[in-house]
C-alpha cells in the first residue's frame, strides 16, 4: 500500500493526498513518531507505516477492526498508533495549518479578503458547530445526547473566507448550545480580553469598528460577533442579510469538504472517548494541510450532500441562545 511501485491514483485514494505529500508529512512528524530501537515491532511500525495506519482509519467509515486487518495488525495497536500519530500532527503540524491570525498584518489579511469577497467590514472569520457521533460515553452519558438524537460532540470551528479552518475546539458534549460554547470559548475570550490581535475600521460619525466573527442565529450578538437581522424593516437590511449569509456559507461548505474527506467524522467513532477530541483536532489539521497543497479532488456530489446535511441539521436545531446548559461543567469537558 505504501511501496515505491504503488501508483500514484492509489495514493490519492488511500490516503486523500499525493505520494510527494504524505512524504513530506512523515518527515515533518518522524522525529516523534519513529519507533525507539528497544521497540519489538520498531522495524515494521515505520514512520511510513504509523502514518499510513492513521490517515486509512480516518479516510472512510471504516473501523478499528478494518484498518486492522488491512495492515495485518492488532486492533489495540491501531488505537495506539493512531493516538501517537494524532499527537504528533497536532502538535508540530497544526500550528502551522491551523492557526488564529499572529500580529495585526495577519488579521487585516484575513479581513481584507473577506471584503473583497463578500463586502463584510472587518469580518475575519465564519464560525459554527458540527456535531460528531460517539458511542454512549460510560460517564455523563446524558450531557452528550443532542438534538438529532445521537450522543456526539459538539466541536466548534472557525474558518476564514478562503474556507481554511483558522480555530477548533473539539470538547464540548453533544447538548451544548452553540451559543454556551461560543461564549465560553478560547477565541472569544481572547477578543474580550484584547489579547487577539485588532485592527479598527472608523466611519464618519460612528464607532469604529473591530473584527468580528459572522454565526448564524443561534450565535449571541456581540462586539465580537454579529449574525443577520430576524426581521427586516428596510432594504438595507436585506442586503445586509443578503452579504452576511454568503459570507456564512464559507463555514457550512468548509464542513462539507471536511467530512468528505475525512469519514471519520461520519461514523458513530469507536475510540476511546479521551481520545476522540485529539482525532477530530487532526482531521481538520489534516483537512487544512491537503486543501492548501491541493492534495486531493474531492468528490463534488460527496462534498454538496455533506453541506446539505449540515445546512438541515442547522433547520432543526434551536434557532435562539439557550438561557439553560446542561453541561455539568461550564467550561466544557477536559480530556
Known amino acids: 500500500m505504501i511501496g515505491p511501485d504503488v501508483p500514484e491514483t492509489c495514493w490519492k485514494r488511500n490516503f486523500r493526498m499525493t505520494k510527494g505529500c504524505f512524504l513530506e508529512l512523515a518527515a515533518i512528524i518522524d522525529t516523534v513518531v519513529s519507533p525507539q530501537s528497544n521497540c519489538p515491532n520498531y522495524r515494521f511500525l515505520t514512520t511510513l507505516k504509523k502514518l499510513a495506519i492513521t490517515i486509512y482509519y480516518l479516510k472512510d467509515t471504516g473501523s478499528l477492526w478494518m484498518t486492522a486487518n488491512v495492515f495485518g495488525i492488532h486492533q489495540c495497536t491501531v488505537s495506539k498508533t493512531v493516538k501517537v500519530v494524532c499527537d504528533a500532527i497536532n502538535n508540530i503540524v ?8 499572529k500580529n495585526k498584518e495577519d488579521m487585516t ?21 458540527t456535531h460528531v457521533q460517539i458511542k454512549h460515553p460510560i460517564k455523563n452519558g446524558q450531557d452528550y445526547f443532542c438534538f438529532k438524537q445521537y450522543f456526539s460532540l459538539n466541536v466548534q470551528a ?20 452553540d451559543a454556551k460554547m461560543f461564549t465560553n470559548s478560547t477565541i472569544n475570550k481572547k477578543l474580550i480580553k ?78 476511546k472517548i479521551e481520545t476522540v477530541p485529539i482525532v477530530i483536532y487532526t482531521c481538520f489539521v489534516l483537512h487544512n494541510f491537503c486543501e492548501k497543497n491541493k492534495t486531493y479532488d474531492l468528490n463534488e456530489e460527496e462534498v454538496n450532500q455533506q453541506i446539505e446535511r449540515h445546512r438541515s441539521d442547522a433547520l432543526k436545531s434551536p434557532n435562539l441562545p439557550d438561557s439553560i446548559y446542561s453541561a455539568n461543567n461550564p467550561e466544557g469537558y477536559n480530556y
Open 109 to 129: 489579511k484575513l479581513a481584507s479578503q473577506f471584503e473583497v469577497k463578500f463586502g463584510m467590514i472587518q469580518a475575519f472569520g465564519c464560525i459554527d458547530g
Open 158 to 177: 472557525v474558518c476564514d473566507s478562503k474556507g481554511y479552518f483558522i480555530d477548533v475546539e473539539c470538547k464540548w458534549p453533544g447538548s451544548v448550545h
Open 194 to 271: 484584547g489579547t487577539l490581535p485588532q485592527t479598527l475600521y472608523s466611519l464618519p460619525n460612528y464607532h469604529s469598528i473591530p473584527n468580528y466573527l459572522i454565526g448564524d442565529p443561534a450565535y449571541p450578538l456581540t462586539n465580537f460577533c454579529i449574525k443577520d437581522f430576524q426581521s427586516c424593516s428596510n432594504n438595507e437590511e436585506v442586503i445586509f442579510n443578503s452579504m452576511l449569509r454568503s459570507a456564512r456559507n464559507q463555514i457550512e461548505c468548509a464542513f462539507g469538504r471536511l467530512k468528505a474527506r475525512w469519514g471519520f467524522l461520519r461514523k458513530i467513532i469507536d475510540i
Open 94 to 101: 497544526g500550528p502551522i495549518y491551523l492557526h488564529l491570525p
